[in-house]
């Protein structure tokens, strides 16, 4: 049953590219409808089993709660715009490694913010970032617009890493229900706003166009995440983030076989050299963490001879200014 859902979780992700991407080529679907849509659909399935237990919750969303939400949201609505946008420039191939950057850029925001990584982390940031440059260096011969979609996948990886910080900061004090229902609703709410500022339509598509956004909703959205949501509560975090890379080769897989989609060999091995390096970068994440962990046991154990403990443990100088509490979450959205 775990290697199943695993299975399912993997091709939902994988398919969330090449899904958009015959969406948009196919149909009169736009970029900002997909965000719209996707979003919009996904706060109303995750209000629903909120609003029946505990209603209450939303009553008492704090103004902290409320901030980190929205900027996790304004985060998540750019996010969207880029990568969904990038998928009509570049291939699906490239722009799915390329937002799939998301855990190497919070490996960096957290630097910028003072903590402190392990020599794999930085070699693994150093590996990945090598294979963005293959990749855009290949694109750039191919086309100016393959390396506008390729900047604009990177851009979008970068805002879900901000987007996952701030969620990070959110959950500490909210419920996954609550959450989700604030921030996917505000995210569809600034979309709508873009949406009207680019004079990209909302409704009036054909049918084939709303069954492209319902696929990518629940294929993507509803499947995919849920699987691997589901995954965490029987396998260390560790373990599905690794799964969740294979959303790259996954996705390449897909796109060249009900696409047609081939690529240069350079890009295949920026591909390869971006999953490496997220791998090690991963795995470098986890070694910190079971260090900080160790660090706090010892401090929080008794003290020999009725000395007593340590009261307080979550000063940064005691942990090497380590980041606290923040969720990681690997692969696009």
Not at 223 to 247: K, Y
């Amino acid at each position: 049953m775990i290697f199943f859902l695993a299975a399912l979780g993997v091709l939902g992700v994988a398919s969330s590219g090449p899904l958009i991407a015959a969406t948009l080529g196919a149909t009169s679907v736009t970029a900002l409808a997909i965000a719209f849509w996707r979003n919009a659909i996904g706060a109303v399935v995750m209000a629903g089993p909120t609003l029946i237990r505990e209603p209450a919750q939303f009553g008492r969303i704090t103004r902290r709660e409320l901030r980190w939400s929205l900027t996790a949201a304004v985060a998540l609505a750019l996010h969207f715009a880029c990568f969904i946008t990038s998928l009509q420039l570049t291939s699906v191939a490239a722009a799915t490694a390329l937002v799939c950057l998301q855990s190497a850029w919070i490996a960096v925001f957290q630097l910028l913010r003072g903590a402190r990584h392990g020599w794999r982390v930085l070699a693994g940031l150093g590996i990945a970032f090598g294979g963005v440059v293959a990749i855009t260096g290949f694109d750039m011969g191919a086309s100016p617009q393959a390396l506008v979609g390729d900047l604009l996948a990177v851009a979008g990886g970068a805002l879900a890493g901000l987007y996952t910080l701030a969620g990070g900061k959110a959950r500490q004090t909210m419920t996954t229900g609550a959450y989700t229902t604030l921030c996917y609703g505000m995210c569809a709410a600034l979309v709508a706003v873009l949406a009207l500022v680019a004079g990209q339509p909302l409704v009036g598509f054909e049918a084939a166009g709303w069954l492209g956004i319902l696929a990518i909703t629940v294929c993507a959205q509803l499947v995919g995440h849920t699987a691997f949501n589901h995954l965490l509560a029987t396998m260390s975090p560790l373990v599905v983030s690794m799964i969740i890379l294979l959303e790259i080769p996954g996705a390449a897989l897909l796109a060249a076989v009900f696409l047609g989609e081939t690529l240069p060999a350079g890009t295949y091995a920026g591909l390869g050299m971006i999953l490496v390096g997220l791998a090690v970068v991963v795995l470098g994440q986890a070694s910190g963490w079971r260090l900080i962990r160790g660090r706090r046991a010892r401090l929080l154990a008794p003290a020999p001879d009725g000395l007593g403990g340590v009261d307080r443990v979550d000063r940064p100088e005691d942990f090497g200014r380590e980041v606290d509490g923040e969720e990681h979450h690997h692969g696009s959205l």
